[in-house]
């Protein structure tokens, strides 16, 4: 049973150790699925932590589990974008803390958060060619609404292009 657990934004002070979880998920996704992602731009993750965008899980006093929010994603979402929403987005967790499915806890959260901001629904996307993952969502209460090609944008990361992606969406 996990004690002392938070959710609390990230500050620039936690930028070093978001890119080592980022270092080594793809580590990790490399040994697990034919896809990875291709890294971020530190300016990106900046502007998360100085809108709120960027938010950690502490455990005990570490860095358990971190994600990002929008509350806008038109260019995967399309049309569905008007609808009010908070997106969920790069969930990384600690490898210490593996197995704990922060997953779920994040839902929880983002229920009572995104209530808070008058959102409908909670969202995300991941590789549309990767059932396990897709399970998983299912499994953690995400409704599976299909597969979407993204147009191409220099606005996406990297490991957008060339892709099917599967979209979720769980109502508040």
């Known amino acids: 049973?996990?004690?002392?657990?938070?959710?609390?934004?990230?500050?620039?002070?936690?930028?070093?150790?978001?890119?080592?979880?980022?270092?080594?998920?793809?580590?990790?996704?490399?040994?697990?699925f034919k896809k990875h992602w291709q890294g971020f731009e530190r300016s990106l993750i900046k502007r998360e932590?100085?809108?709120?965008?960027?938010?950690k899980i502490i455990i005990e006093g570490q860095t358990a589990c971190i994600f990002a929010?929008?509350?806008?994603?038109?260019?995967?979402?399309?049309?569905?974008?008007?609808?009010?929403?908070i997106y969920i987005h790069r969930i990384v967790t600690n490898p210490a803390f593996r197995g704990h499915h922060f997953v779920n806890l994040i839902i929880e959260w983002a229920k009572e958060y995104g209530a808070k901001k008058a959102k409908k629904y909670i969202r995300l996307d991941?590789?549309?060619?990767?059932?396990?993952?897709?399970?998983?969502?299912?499994?953690?209460?995400?409704?599976?609404?299909?597969?979407?090609?993204?147009?191409?944008?220099?606005?996406?990361?990297?490991h957008y292009e060339n892709i099917v992606?599967?979209?979720f969406e769980i109502k508040i």
Request: aromatic share 12%; proline share 7%.
């Open 49 to 55: 932590i100085q809108e709120e965008r960027q938010w």
């Open 126 to 158: 991941t590789w549309g060619d990767n059932p396990k993952l897709i399970a998983y969502y299912e499994r953690c209460g995400f409704d599976y609404l299909g597969n979407i090609v993204p147009e191409a944008s220099d606005l996406l990361p990297k």
């Open 1 to 32: 049973m996990l004690k002392d657990v938070t959710i609390i934004p990230s500050d620039l002070n936690d930028i070093e150790r978001i890119f080592e979880l980022y270092d080594e998920a793809i580590a990790y996704q490399k040994t697990v």
């Open 165 to 167: 992606l599967a979209l």
């Open 69 to 85: 929010i929008d509350f806008n994603d038109p260019l995967i979402w399309k049309e569905k974008d008007i609808d009010p929403a």
